[in-house]
């Protein structure tokens, strides 16, 4: 099923991965593009948005990435949560890993690495240069956000009753995580709701 | 209910923060403390173990993490969830936020703040001086991690059937989700487990 894509405030985009999920890294330069799963990505600041992804200098994407100046961070739902281990399981140095894994790509907005179907939301990102990189931090402000309507919108999650929506936190080794139960609440001077 | 902790193996330990929960900060110097919440905290590196966590300039923890190079991180669990918003709603600048929100602590092992009881596993950090800092990045050396028992043993989570066991994952505002649904991908070339 195609599912309609609708865009998400930047201003608001950062809560996208507030919650901590696993996230796909796709990049692309040169005519090579790839694709890998991250874990170890978070927002950095709200305004401009900005994201930290931890990339291995080692990686192809990490070459890719440096090269191009962009990437492409998603949140992969538990339907495709068999191709994002193996995403993270394969080098796309000497194979493109889009047909290792079977993961189906469309075009991004602002940026030249491809978007991967079946997520729940999308970050396009530019590269914004730093000394961090030595500790394999690489910094990118959001320039383009959107989501599945389904599952995100009016800057909420709305997850159903269907397992396969849900975003997915990868532990290790093949072990996951299902985003759970919603649950709200009450600040200090706030009635509960 | 008092709670076994055992440690967690420090080449192991970034483990505890894959899943992108949302952590408590604890902080103090010059006979002050602190608790903060931060969401936005995540590995960095596996040998030796590093951490990434976000502490806005402005706050009284970031003063108290920078004066005394280092800080306290855990992962609290749903049955202090509502504390743990209070800890992120509230500034320790000017009062006692541990007597403002609830939150019980106990002495950590190697450092000076104090660790909060009601949480899933600890992390002990000591803060790697880094030119990160402008972004508000504090890079963090874990020292000593341990978990509860009951919930994290031999590097594997293992949530039970009562809800206020587990991690939490603040998306904004209050609203929350609870760590979900454990389930397992094989990766390319792995017999499905």
Not at 23 to 43: D, E, I, K, Q
Not at 108 to 128: D, S, Y
Request: aromatic share 8%; with cysteine.
């Amino acid at each position: 099923m195609q599912r309609q894509r609708i865009p998400v405030e930047l201003e608001h985009c950062t809560r996208l991965l507030d919650h901590g999920p696993t996230t796909l890294v796709t990049s692309a330069h040169g005519g090579r593009s790839n694709v890998m799963a991250a874990s170890w990505a978070m927002p950095l600041d709200f305004s401009p948005p900005k994201v930290i992804v931890i990339i291995d200098r080692r990686t192809f994407t990490r070459a890719l990435v440096s090269a191009s100046g962009e990437f492409g961070l998603q949140l992969p739902t538990r339907a495709i949560a068999r191709q994002t281990l193996a995403a993270g399981s394969l080098s796309g140095r000497d194979a493109d890993k889009f047909a290792a894994t079977g993961l189906l790509t469309f075009a991004a907005q602002a940026i030249a690495a491809p978007m991967v179907l079946g997520c729940a939301a999308w970050l396009e990102c530019r590269v914004i240069p730093d000394d961090s990189q030595r500790h394999d931090i690489i910094l990118g402000e959001v320039i383009a956000a959107y989501s599945d309507a389904a599952l995100y919108s009016a800057n909420r999650w709305h997850f159903g009753t269907d397992p396969a929506d849900r975003t997915i936190h990868h532990v290790a080794a093949g072990h996951f995580f299902a985003t759970g139960e919603a649950f709200d609440e009450a600040a200090p001077g706030q009635a509960a709701t």
